[in-house]
């Protein structure tokens, strides 16, 4: 069966990871790095591309440095290289910051590689939709530009996104450009973000993919001659196991299996990066099994599961792994794997058609849903005696434990109780529990010793601060709303005692909490964050403060409301 070449994940990776040069000069090595230029600083930087950790530290010196030389450009490209380096935790973040610094500089340059950066970042985590949208807004913008690096670099995008939807001639055309731009231009100077090489050799790569999809090999043979030509006459030796891969691939193409499986075992000894390389494993498994050696390609099969069934950007591209795999223990009558094997395609699928609906459609699958669900209802029926007696020893085994189950039972359904209480209850944020109107006048709580002309302006000053959602703030304390509101605490604690019947502490970690309660019930992605990021959008310190709070007022744990919210999202989408 036909499958796709992984060499535009492998592109992908390498794209958002290099941005500029991979050498060091000897004087920047000599130099400390205070006394480092921009440019130095980022030779620094590509030298631990491949070593994350490393290099987030100096990525956050460039941005301290950028924001004390009041340098925007050098700013924006800090930013571009924080977003994209996988040991940063907010990834996104500095990719809009890099958008909303880039705004500010009048080059249009500069704005259409933030939003360039934007779109692969977009593309890694599989929001295509959403990337083509920002790849528009840079080919607009570059096109004003007379920038023709930065032009071809927003080609070589789109052309990435073309291989998405399935158009391969489209993308092979873009390529081409790509290739033949960037080749033509390899003596120019290497300055700010253009590199020239680099460039090239990923739209050679690209081409070579395309052109092994299209069965169009000839071209191939002449990329691939002048891939080694270049590297070896300019010592490019980083690129070399991916012409390599290539040649694997194209091999495995033109049914040379044992070539295939040389070049592909070449390639996994050469390569110079820290990226998961699945594009060998899955070619040299299916050479073995094209081979006979079934036995040997199973093995490279696992191994290739093992690492990729984890891995967040599953390319459907080797989902026939998962196919031989089933048939090989079917044949082996091993119902136990055959059963693992399809509960994990089955699964791979639901990811597929959801993050690659386009390449998902065009796939060829030997194994469609109906058939995996008839052979896994097959499996399930012959395994029927061996399940019920397993149930017998379920229930006989609950049976035995319900006793010192019952409490935890009951605080279950406690649980469920609060929770249908907590969504079923409309906002309290929006509520306006400071006066009651009733005809056209204000009921004021009277205090003693508080005049009401105080009582009433403090009340309209909570009422701003509520709506303002100022409560967000983690940094608020009663002393400083008291010097926000021209009070003291006595006078605002008497106040919020009297109008909200509670103290000032429970006040304001309530709106917190009903502000977030809220956040749940309508934007359901903030339910896949974890407590300690909930607590901080919040406005509490510390994840421990925020769910004792949140079981104080709701009396139920906010893992535990965000579990039946989950649940409840689920049964209401059937």
């Not at 070619?283 to 073995?288: E, K, L, R």
């Not at 081979?291 to 290739?304: D, I, P, Q, R, S």
């Not at 970690?509 to 502000?515: F, G, I, K, P, Q």
């Amino acid at each position: 069966m036909k499958t796709k070449i992984n060499n535009y994940l492998i592109i992908k990776n390498l794209f958002f990871a290099v941005l500029f040069f991979s050498q060091i000069s000897i004087n920047a090595q000599e130099k400390k790095l205070e006394d480092l230029s921009f440019l130095e600083l980022e030779h620094k930087i590509d030298s631990l591309v491949y070593n994350n950790a490393n290099a987030s530290p100096l990525i956050q010196f460039y941005i301290k440095k950028s924001k004390k030389e009041n340098n925007l450009k050098a700013l924006v490209y800090a930013y571009r290289y924080a977003s994209q380096n996988p040991s940063e935790k907010y990834k996104v973040k500095y990719s809009d910051s890099a958008i909303l610094v880039a705004k500010k500089i009048n080059d249009n340059s500069i704005l259409a590689e933030a939003y360039i950066n934007k779109s692969t970042l977009l593309i890694a985590k599989n929001q295509h939709d959403v990337a083509s949208n920002y790849l528009m807004l840079a080919n607009r913008i570059a096109e004003k530009t007379n920038d023709n690096y930065l032009k071809y670099q927003t080609i070589y995008s789109i052309a990435q996104n073309y291989l998405y939807l399935g158009r391969l001639s489209d993308a092979k055309k873009e390529y081409e450009k790509c290739v033949n731009f960037f080749s033509v231009n390899l003596d120019k100077s290497q300055t700010y973000g253009k590199n020239y090489e680099m460039m090239f050799m990923y739209s050679l790569i690209s081409l070579i993919d395309i052109n092994s999809k299209l069965n169009q090999f000839s071209d191939n043979k002449i990329l691939l001659k002048k891939a080694f030509q270049y590297i070896k006459e300019n010592n490019s030796n980083f690129y070399y196991a991916y012409f390599i891969s290539c040649e694997g691939t194209n091999a495995y193409f033109l049914k040379n299996y044992f070539l295939a499986i040389e070049k592909l075992k070449k390639a996994q000894t050469l390569y110079q990066d820290s990226w998961p390389h699945y594009t060998e494993i899955f070619y040299i498994g299916m050479s073995y099994w094209k081979l006979g050696n079934k036995k040997e390609a199973v093995k490279y099969f696992e191994k290739l599961d093992k690492e990729y069934y984890k891995d967040k950007n599953q390319d459907p591209q080797f989902r026939p792994a998962y196919e031989l795999l089933i048939e090989y223990y079917a044949s082996k009558n091993n119902t136990d794997k055959q059963l693992e094997y399809i509960n994990k395609l089955m699964s791979l699928d639901k990811s597929y058609e959801k993050n690659y609906k386009y390449l998902f459609a065009k796939i060829h699958k030997e194994y469609d849903t109906k058939k995996l669900i008839d052979e896994k209802n097959s499996i399930e029926t012959n395994l029927k005696v061996h399940q019920y007696l397993t149930l017998f020893v379920i229930i006989i085994s609950i049976v035995l434990i319900s006793f010192s189950t019952y409490k935890y039972f009951q605080m279950q359904r406690k649980y469920k109780e609060r929770f249908e209480q907590i969504i079923s209850k409309n906002t309290e944020i929006k509520k306006i529990p400071v006066t009651i109107v009733e005809e056209d006048k204000t009921v004021i709580p009277k205090i003693a010793g508080i005049s009401e002309s105080t009582i009433t302006n403090i009340l309209e000053e909570l009422e701003i601060f509520e709506k303002e959602q100022q409560f967000l703030d983690s940094k608020i304390t009663q002393k400083l709303l008291c010097e926000k509101l021209g009070t003291n605490p006595t006078y605002l604690s008497k106040i919020i005692n009297a109008s909200k019947g509670k103290n000032f502490s429970n006040y304001l970690n309530d709106l917190r909490l009903e502000y977030i309660v809220e956040l749940l019930k309508t934007e359901h992605q903030f339910l896949e964050k974890e407590i300690k990021e909930l607590a901080n959008i919040a406005g509490f310190t510390n994840a421990e403060a925020f769910s004792d709070n949140f079981q104080r007022k709701f009396e139920i744990k906010p893992s535990y409301f965000i579990k039946m919210m989950k649940e409840n999202i689920k049964t209401s989408s059937l």
